[in-house]
């Protein structure tokens, strides 16, 4: 493969591996499990994120024979995966972004960080509580654009939506939290910087 070529092999061979070796799927985890939890804190919180990142990785091998080899990059359905986990979790989620709302400080973003001015706090709590008020389909869409950093196709595939869904989902929750931010554009993928 060409990722071997590199010295990396791609996700998709190590799920392959992992069939006849499964300490393979070791280096999965290893490769994708430190921004997988960080993505799980930021929506969560850090009490939540371990366990939740230990079971999507657990789901992912109970189910590892099902995965689809022509995708290079396990990524969505990791992502995927955590979503599902995360949306047992919904009153949690909610209940952060509302302590956000009412502190100003995201302390799973900046724990160390000092208290930040005025504006910035008044510019999170606006951002926690549109991310309060989006529905879930929504809210999971834009924050693995803006916190996952995928593309449309990667968030369709995690999600399992076609990627019309995803971007009427996100242009929904980008029309909300501009709002919330009093105009201010939220977080531009990729792709649109070059739509013009």
Request: aromatic share 8%; no cysteine; hydrophobic share 45%.
């Given at each position: 493969?060409?990722?071997?070529e590199?010295?990396?092999?791609?996700?998709?061979?190590?799920?392959?591996?992992?069939?006849?070796?499964?300490?393979?799927?070791?280096?999965?985890?290893?490769?994708?499990?430190?921004?997988?939890?960080?993505?799980?804190?930021?929506?969560?919180?850090?009490?939540?994120?371990?366990?939740i990142?230990?079971?999507?990785?657990?789901?992912?091998?109970?189910?590892r024979?099902?995965?689809?080899?022509?995708?290079?990059?396990?990524?969505?359905?990791?992502?995927?995966?955590?979503?599902r986990?995360?949306?047992?979790?919904?009153?949690?989620?909610?209940?952060?972004?509302?302590?956000?709302?009412?502190?100003?400080?995201?302390?799973?973003?900046?724990?160390?960080?000092?208290?930040?001015?005025?504006?910035?706090?008044?510019?999170?709590?606006?951002?926690?509580?549109?991310?309060?008020?989006?529905?879930?389909?929504?809210?999971?869409?834009?924050?693995?654009?803006?916190?996952?950093?995928?593309?449309?196709?990667?968030?369709?595939?995690?999600?399992d939506?076609?990627?019309?869904?995803?971007?009427?989902r996100?242009?929904?929750?980008?029309?909300?939290?501009?709002?919330?931010?009093?105009?201010?554009?939220?977080?531009?993928?990729?792709?649109?910087?070059?739509?013009?």
């Open positions: 493969m060409i990722a071997e590199f010295g990396r092999t791609d996700d998709a061979e190590l799920i392959r591996r992992s069939e006849r070796v499964p300490e393979a799927f070791a280096d999965l985890f290893d490769r994708h499990a430190p921004a997988l939890r960080r993505y799980v804190a930021r929506r969560l919180g850090p009490s939540l994120a371990d366990d990142v230990s079971d999507a990785f657990l789901t992912a091998f109970r189910r024979g099902h995965y689809d080899t022509s995708h290079p990059d396990a990524r969505p359905w990791l992502y995927g995966i955590a979503a986990l995360i949306s047992r979790h919904r009153r949690v989620e909610v209940r952060l972004y509302r302590a956000l709302v009412r502190s100003g400080v995201d302390e799973i973003a900046e724990p160390y960080a000092e208290r930040v001015d005025d504006r910035v706090a008044a510019q999170q709590a606006g951002l926690a509580a549109a991310l309060a008020q989006l529905s879930p389909g929504d809210r999971e869409v834009l924050l693995l654009i803006a916190w996952a950093d995928m593309s449309y196709e990667d968030v369709a595939r995690a999600l939506i076609p990627v019309g869904t995803v971007r009427s996100l242009h929904r929750a980008r029309a909300r939290t501009r709002l919330a931010l009093g105009g201010s554009h939220p977080a531009t993928t990729r792709e649109e910087s070059f739509d013009g």
